[in-house]
DNA sequence: CTGTTAGCGCCTTCAA
DNA sequence: TTGAAGGCGCTAACAG
């Protein structure tokens, strides 16, 4: 009677088919060919009729494998994430294995949390878009032999399997585009660049191409996603310092070409007409906003797919080597940096 | 020897602290009290020293519950099911839980697959934004004993707790601005009705609203998301059918405002001087597509928040009369309904 | 072909 | 204040 109450168990299906538990987890685990046809029925019958589900939890404790898979997100309301979010997701899907998503609103506090969080539950795996970590997490990370794979974004001096952009091919796109644009004044623009290696690479990429061409002046500068004041005052300056010369921003990211292109607004300068403007990461929103905003497009959902097949082929053992899978990305033409 | 290649176990544990594995039981279970002080040094010690961690997975099959919550989505790429999903997520931190979360991509047939597997983990309760399910997934839905609470929709005949918008305020909210900007040819725009009653709602305050208004032309058309050509005929009948009236079009969700946004670009009719556009869901772009789109913005993060803790009262067994929480919209005025 | 048995890691009486 | 033993639901030898 101690199963009345609750969900129906294994056994509560083996006393109703009227045979031993063993058969039925024969059953549920595809070697039905080792069972009698009559058995089979019944058995199938009393699942049916009890609506038996087997229980994840009871399996993962004997089998040693949960099929979980756990994913760090720096930030859940970035576009960005979601697609990768999604990609991962159908990948899930196809596998066979379920999501645990943690959100860490780009905080190293919750990213430490979240990461004991999934190592109790626990994933088999964890896929993680990196805040940066500090020491504790890191070394947690590393002294696990979880299976683990970075997306997007490195961790400093820390090995690890990782699937991303192509920061160069995708930085070369953008600053030669603008180049032949006849753009002579660039401002790259970013968040903190803090140990973010995307920012980093994207940053280099732009240095390097640029200083290949002596003529075009070239500012860089850094600035906090929800400070608007100082957003406004960067691009006054840099509006005004470089009169009368053909002017273009490139923006680190989308949340930033949203933050820019508001500031533009703000400051009755209109992207196209006025200066030229182009962002990482494809906006849904980029062909309605006035002349339309260049942006370079990352196959963001694949990058995510590609992520979780990295972390199955380690879950299984197939992979060895390190990977570090980067994609190229598109160069969507609009009419700010065309006008 | 055996837990020598794993992770450490509560055995280990103990014979490190040379103890029982009662006493580490209860060292995580803060019955700290009952622990001798020297006894518990040295279970700290060797907790730390083999970075143990208790194993949710047998915590959640000897205790029976898991702290896991089941969420499933009808469309994460929908900006509204973000806000949604972080405001769960915030609420799951909050209380100690974890989210599985599960997207359906808008298809039944995902709904019930994901459904079954959310029921197998076990989680211990069931957020559901739903797509609408068949008599299937809606039968084991109702069979089973699990908490669950419906975000946003509702599923026909099909008593649960809710938590979503007012839509009656919502829309009325919506169709007074329209008519208070003299606005006198409405187009109610949605994607296909089905059985998704918040549509259903929206657009039944509308009529009802607009049937006190016999000089106000009104008209209502389904079209489906990605139909851009329907879109574009929709949207020109309208326009030529009542040229010469102050037109303005309803969209009954941020996805679709989007697609009429890029429908009337194409047929070079501008937002504002043209014709008005006001949609549910506001957009983060709203205030940069030309003149700005006026919308209404829901509580969509509190509503999320909202559904949590609705679940964790059921869980503990607090909550006892069916919940039907509704947030109300807030008006957010642009130029496309007052240029 | 089928059933019995012994755990997976943990919590919880119960007894000391 | 501590420990031993049993069992949560399931799987995997090992017997028959």
Redesign the pocket.
Same mark, same amino acid.
């Given at each position: 009677m101690? +199963?009345q109450a *609750? =969900?129906p168990?294994? +056994?509560d299906v083996a006393k109703a088919a @009227?045979? *031993?538990?063993? !058969?039925? !987890? =024969?059953y $549920? @685990?595809g070697e039905q060919? $080792? /069972? +009698?046809p009559? /058995?089979?029925e019944r058995i199938e019958h009393s699942i049916r009729q009890l609506d038996?589900?087997? @229980?994840q939890m009871?399996?993962g $404790?004997? =089998?040693?494998r949960t099929r979980l898979i756990g994913l760090i997100i720096a930030d859940i309301t970035n576009p960005y994430s979601i697609e990768v979010l999604s990609g991962i997701e159908a990948a899930c899907r196809d596998k066979g294995f379920t999501l645990l998503v943690c959100n860490t609103h780009n905080e190293v506090a919750q990213e430490e949390h979240y990461l004991n969080l999934l190592h109790s539950y626990p994933v088999e795996g964890i896929i993680v878009n990196a805040v940066g970590m500090r020491e504790e997490g890191l070394s947690r990370l590393q002294q696990s032999t979880l299976p683990r794979v970075l997306v997007d974004r490195k961790i400093a001096d820390f090995p690890c399997d990782m699937v991303g952009l192509d920061n160069q091919q995708a930085t070369t796109l953008a600053t030669q585009h603008l180049i032949d644009q006849g753009f002579n004044a660039l401002l790259f623009l970013s968040e903190p660049l803090g140990k973010i290696n995307t920012r980093r690479e994207r940053l280099d990429t732009f240095n390097t191409l640029i200083a290949r061409h002596p003529q075009i002046v070239a500012a860089q500068a850094e600035c906090p996603l929800h400070d608007g004041q100082q957003l406004d005052n960067l691009l006054q300056n840099f509006y005004s310092e470089n009169a009368g010369k053909r002017q273009a921003i490139m923006s680190v990211n989308g949340a930033l070409t949203l933050q820019i292109a508001r500031s533009l607004r703000r400051l009755n300068l209109q992207w196209g007409p006025d200066i030229g403007l182009l962002g990482f990461d494809e906006l849904e929103w980029a062909e309605l906003a006035g002349v339309g905003i260049s942006t370079l497009k990352q196959p963001t959902w694949q990058i995510g797919y590609s992520a979780l097949e990295q972390i199955v082929s380690r879950i299984e053992g197939t992979a060895t080597t390190l990977c570090d899978r980067r994609f190229s990305a598109e160069l969507m033409v609009r009419g700010s940096t065309t006008y």
């Open positions: 101690k +199963s *609750g =969900r168990t294994i +056994s @009227n045979t *031993g538990k063993t !058969s039925i !987890s =024969r $549920l @685990n060919h $080792l /069972l +009698s009559a /058995l089979r038996y589900r087997p @229980n009871a399996r $404790l004997k =089998r040693g």
